[in-house]
Structure formats: C-alpha cells, structure tokens
C-alpha cells in the first residue's frame, strides 16, 4: 500500500487546515474543532506547519504535538509541505530575507539545549509524512501544485518511487499559480478521477478560487483565516458544493 497517499472512505468528516507556519495559538484554535474520540472525525493539516516569519516562533512546541497525536490518532493526518521538504533535502528557504532552515535549527537548540539529535528526529518524521490525501466523494488535498508534467495516472504514481528531488513532487510543493492554469487543474483532475482540489502554500485573503481548486490560508497575515470541513458522506462534484464547507476562524 503507497503510504504517500491517503484515501479516506465516504463516510465521517474532514477538517481542512493550511500552513500553520509556527503559530501554536492558530494550531490549537483548530485541534479544538476536530472530534479526536472519533475514529471517522479526520482533520488534516496540508504541510508548511513550521518557521514563522515574525514575532514568537513555537515551531517546535507544534511539532513535539504533531508527533505525539500522529503516534497516538489514525484520524489525525499532516501533509508534506515545501518548509519540511528544504530539511529533508537539506536545501536553504527563505522568506522575507531570512534563511529558515538555519532560524529552525537554531530554534532547536534554544529550546533543546542542542541540535542534535531533536533535528535528525524531526527530519525522520518529516520523511514519514504523506503527500496528499484523495477522499471518495471527490477531493484531492496537496499542500500546492498541480505538477504540469502529469499527463496520465501513470505519471502520477511514479511520484511516489521517486527521491524527494524528484521535480513532479517539487511541483506538487513550490508551484504557485502562474506556474499552472485552470486547464492544468483540470487535466489533472480527470486523470486521478477527483472533482475539486483544495491547496494551501500562497498566501491569499481567506481563498482564491482557480476552476476546480481553491487556494487557502489559515494561518498566515490575514483577516480571514479559512478551512474547511467537510461532510465525507456527501458526494462533492463541483466546487459549487464544495465551497457550502468553507469556515472562517
């Protein structure tokens, strides 16, 4: 079984949440609307959950929580975003001017006392994290993308026997419209046999709509603060039904 790929059955519910961004109070406000005694009660958290851009960093307290439920829930579920992917392959990001690759490591041994072995740690649950998650009532859920270079199911199933340099997974984590169009979310779509997508990565004023994919931000410098949750039981075949989920924290 591809263990880079979720599929969650019709039936239960799915709480939706993008980039967290070190932010534990945003990271709690959520935890609190998810049912976790509720084995059909799933919430995801779609990558990018660590380095905050400004103010109190609590990256890691989000982390040493992440690991714990993921250990402890089979309906809690964190996908692989762009920030994890740079400490797996030990490649610089920054934002605003800031190497966060180097203030995460530096945060760790603030609060750890050392680097090591807190980030070997961290980066081993990083390479565990799935890629995407696909629902039966018609969702696809990446942290960005799609990949342009998908042209049949075959193309997509190789992602998952790729390294983590691989460029359709690199896509699948760095593109930002303008890199796809409308019509590429919809080859895509047809071709993994899913109706909507939903996607976080750029930060947008609560949602941008993209033909069948919608963009959210949770957490990040906005007004409106958005996710989803969603009625796996209901049949979701246009973005129309999708969007009567949509929340505001």
């Not at 609190?32 to 109190?56: A, E, M």
């Not at 342009?148 to 997974?169: C, G, T």
């Amino acid at each position: 079984m591809n263990n880079k790929e979720i599929i969650l059955p019709k039936k239960g519910r799915l709480i939706v949440v993008t980039d967290i961004h070190g932010n534990y109070d945003n990271y709690q406000k959520y935890l609190k609307l998810w049912n976790k005694k509720d084995k059909d009660s799933h919430i995801v958290f779609v990558g990018d959950l660590i380095h905050k851009t400004s103010g109190y960093d609590q990256s890691i307290e989000i982390m040493d929580d992440i690991i714990e439920k993921t250990e402890r829930y089979d309906n809690f579920h964190v996908l692989l975003g762009n920030h994890e992917w740079a400490h797996i392959t030990n490649n610089d990001i920054y934002k605003n001017g800031k190497n966060q690759k180097w203030a995460f490591e530096k945060l760790i041994e603030a609060k750890k006392g050392s680097i090591q072995p807190t980030l070997e740690n961290y980066i081993e649950f990083f390479k565990s994290m799935p890629y995407f998650i696909k629902t039966e009532n018609g969702l696809f859920i990446s942290h960005s993308g799609p990949s342009r270079d998908i042209k049949s199911i075959k193309d997509y199933n190789n992602i998952f026997d790729e390294d983590y340099e691989n460029h359709l997974l690199y896509e699948f984590l760095w593109n930002r419209p303008g890199d796809y169009t409308k019509s590429d979310v919809e080859n895509f779509l047809d071709i993994i046999d899913s109706n909507c997508m939903i996607i976080g990565h750029t930060n947008v004023n609560g949602f941008k709509k993209i033909g069948p994919q919608i963009i959210i931000t949770s957490s990040e410098m906005t007004e409106n603060k958005t996710y989803f949750d969603i009625d796996l039981k209901r049949q979701i075949n246009n973005m129309d039904e999708l969007m009567e989920y949509m929340k505001f924290l």
